[in-house]
């Protein structure tokens, strides 16, 4: 069955602080997408990226970096220098291919403190 | 940039009545979706709509959920009898995917927020 655990509920650091969201998923596919969404208070979804189970590479993506490992199922999120206005709910996500549904993790709740 | 579209951002409703959601997908997509989210919880999938027939609905998508296309434009989502536990932001998506394709990326919507009292 397929699921996305994302065990940080909650995490506050302070401005300019690295910090990294985990992200640890389950699928019977071989191919699939896995996402990250930012929500911000105001509840809309943002897109920030989508890698497919063929690809590895890390990507860097000015602060933001994820770091995809199939070994350990896990596809992990890192903000560089964080900034007030990283304060959001970040989404994980995952698709197969057999359909198109998009399964979201719990969501962390990022603090950016000044 | 084409985007998705919901109306209204925000309804409030008496339990028991009737609502309808409203979404404008991207014009040239022929996937669409509904997605829910109860206050503080994560992100859920409804139901998926192609060729004017549900592809797929989860469990949450049961008699009192329906969805429609009305016409050329719109995409619809009908909750019969509104209860407390309705109360939720829910998502519309639209995809780019064609046809036998197998993936397509999917848009979405700002969301609609839905209060019942």
């Known amino acids: 069955a397929q699921k996305v655990t994302q065990a940080q509920t909650e995490i506050s650091v302070v401005e300019k602080e690295d910090v990294t969201l985990d992200c640890v998923y389950e699928t019977r596919d071989t191919t699939y997408y896995l996402f990250w969404y930012k929500q911000p208070p105001s509840g809309e979804l943002v897109f920030l990226i989508r890698r497919n189970s063929f690809d590895e590479q890390n990507e860097i993506s000015g602060r933001y970096s994820w770091n995809f490992q199939k070994s350990t199922s896990s596809f992990n999120f890192t903000i560089t220098a964080s900034q007030v206005v990283d304060s959001a709910v970040y989404f994980c996500?995952?698709?197969?291919?057999?359909?198109?549904?998009?399964?979201f993790g719990k969501g962390t709740r990022l603090h950016i403190l000044p | 940039e084409p985007e998705v579209t919901q109306t209204p951002s925000h309804q409030v409703t008496q339990m028991g009545q009737e609502v309808i959601l409203r979404c404008v997908p991207i014009?040239?997509?022929?996937?669409f979706y509904w997605y829910r989210q109860i206050l503080g919880q994560k992100v859920e999938f409804l139901v998926s709509?192609?060729?004017?027939?549900?592809?797929?609905k989860s469990e949450i998508f049961d008699d009192q959920f329906s969805v429609e296309r009305p016409d050329g434009s719109n995409f619809t989502l009908k909750i019969r009898s509104t209860k407390l536990e309705d109360s939720a932001m829910y998502f519309c998506a639209s995809s780019e995917r064609q046809g036998t394709e197998l993936y397509g990326e999917q848009f979405f919507g700002p969301g609609t927020r839905l209060t019942v009292l």
């Open positions: 996500a995952l698709s197969e291919t057999r359909d198109d549904k998009i399964i």
């Open positions: 709509f192609y060729n004017n027939e549900i592809s797929e």
């Open positions: 014009s040239n997509h022929l996937y």
